[in-house]
């Protein structure tokens, strides 16, 4: 069996840190990921097909890929952050989420979180010009390894950062753990370098940034938040880690492809085919007015319309029609039962996902209240706040730990609005129906509809007015389409 990477890095942590363990339940899910990992990035392992021709040769295919895995991880960061939360926070905490774009990567990052179970954002200082700068990590849950953990919270860990040096793999392994200094309760954060190749420690120096070997920080818990998906974790029930939100419905992805790859070959092998016998396709001599002579055939060999079979009198056989009818709606039919299947598995509404022949699209109705969809973006978005929160509050501690300016007392708060998780017909017709009664103007309209700012909003009402006068409300704001 193949060496895990977390099966290499826990020989390298007893070998560099003396750490000798780390609970199964950890080690465990490290396949678990890659599988889910791969999945996500539509290469599962079930892609591949072998299969024996008509000449009794053993060949390799790869199925066709509907590619769903990475379509329900996509939506599900789309729907967390619809919209951007308002922040209620220090001004360094607001600095850092513009310096460090922290809403362009969370919608990458929630996209990983959903596909492999978890994340991890961490916090850092680092000195420019002697001027001290908070900063985030954004950590898949692929390079980072729990090592001890609460009923609240992941307490220690080891974040893993591969990189290529010189055309070397290489590992940079560093370590949150609790420790004592002087009677002071803290973290030490220890980096270590370690070459792949020669299994040997490296120095941190062949790194383009200056990497301290070891910091102490006076501080009560991790500068780091796991923030896990929020279904249970069934699979390893006692592991602090969190799961794949399709990890209870691979073997429904995996139905999905072998049923899109079939309809695939029902419609590339549906084309209209002929049997004609093989005397037809001889070549036969031609000799043009110079007489030079050439080999040709009334047939392009590149036509898939006609098949060649054995036989030569061409008199006596008759050209046989082999066209199949494509079974496109048995088949379109079993491609979205799975599909409303594989919705209910992973919380959301049945019909959600639909197939109409050539992909698979969302559905405009978002959610309602009291659908499926909306409970699991809601319990979603809940485990983020928290960790949200969080780093807000590490951010503000470190900031005045190191005295930066706008550091706060830690205290942040995060207004979501869920109004732009709704039906979008019922939302513009609630608006359309106001304008109409001469409830709300023309303005306030286009904002709420469409979600313009005011000037914006101004600008579309005047070009409106100044287009047509007069003009139907329904094609003003396309309602009901």
């Not at 789309?78 to 850092?96: D, H, N, Q, R, W």
């Not at 073997?251 to 309809?263: E, G, H, K, M, P």
Request: hydrophobic share 40%; net charge negative.
């Amino acid at each position: 069996m193949k060496e895990s990477i977390f099966d290499k890095i826990i020989k390298i942590l007893a070998k560099l840190f003396g750490i000798k363990s780390i609970p199964p339940e950890i080690t465990s899910g490290d396949a678990d990921m890659l599988a889910w990992w791969d999945i996500y990035r539509n290469r599962p392992n079930w892609l591949s097909q072998d299969y024996v021709s008509t000449d009794g040769i053993k060949r390799r295919r790869d199925r066709m890929n509907l590619g769903v895995a990475k379509m329900i991880c996509s939506e599900i960061a789309g729907l967390v952050l619809a919209e951007e939360p308002e922040v209620i926070a220090s001004e360094l905490v607001k600095k850092v989420i513009d310096n460090e774009s922290l809403w362009d990567n969370l919608r990458r990052s929630i996209e990983y979180q959903a596909a492999l179970g978890a994340q991890v954002i961490k916090v850092g200082v680092s000195n420019q010009s002697g001027a001290p700068r908070v900063w985030l990590d954004f950590v898949k849950a692929l390079n980072f390894i729990p090592l001890s953990w609460d009923n609240t919270q992941i307490t220690e860990g080891v974040f893993l950062d591969k990189r290529l040096i010189a055309a070397k793999p290489y590992i940079r392994i560093e370590t949150h753990k609790r420790d004592v200094v002087d009677g002071v309760q803290g973290y030490s954060i220890t980096n270590k370098l370690y070459n792949e190749e020669t299994q040997l420690e490296a120095s941190l120096d062949i790194l383009d940034e200056k990497i301290e070997p070891q910091i102490f920080l006076p501080i009560s818990r991790p500068i780091f938040a796991y923030i896990k998906n929020p279904e249970a974790n069934n699979i390893n029930p006692e592991s602090p880690t969190g799961i794949s939100v399709f990890a209870n419905g691979v073997s429904v992805l995996r139905a999905l492809d072998v049923a899109f790859d079939q309809f695939y070959s029902d419609v590339e092998l549906g084309g209209r085919r002929v049997a004609l016998p093989g005397s037809v396709f001889r070549k036969y001599t031609e000799v043009d007015e110079d007489g030079n002579a050439r080999r040709v055939s009334f047939f392009d060999p590149s036509d898939r319309l006609f098949i060649r079979l054995q036989g030569d009198d061409a008199d006596a056989f008759t050209p046989q029609d082999l066209t199949f009818d494509i079974r496109a709606d048995q088949f379109k039919a079993t491609i979205q039962t799975m599909l409303d299947l594989l919705s209910m598995i992973i919380g959301f509404d049945a019909g959600y996902f639909t197939f109409d022949g050539t992909s698979v699209a969302t559905a405009t109705e978002v959610v309602s209240r009291n659908s499926h969809t909306y409970k699991t973006m809601v319990a979603f978005r809940e485990n983020l706040d928290n960790g949200l929160r969080y780093i807000f509050s590490i951010i503000d501690e470190l900031g005045r730990m190191y005295s930066v300016a706008g550091a706060g007392d830690g205290n942040a708060s995060l207004a979501w609005d869920d109004s732009v998780i709704e039906d979008r017909n019922t939302r513009a017709n609630y608006y359309v129906n106001l304008y109409q009664n001469q409830l709300i103007d023309l303005v306030t309209a286009l904002e709420k509809i469409h979600g313009y700012d005011e000037k914006t909003a101004q600008e579309m009402a005047a070009r409106i007015k100044a287009d047509k006068p007069t003009i139907d409300t329904e094609r003003l704001f396309g309602a009901g389409i």
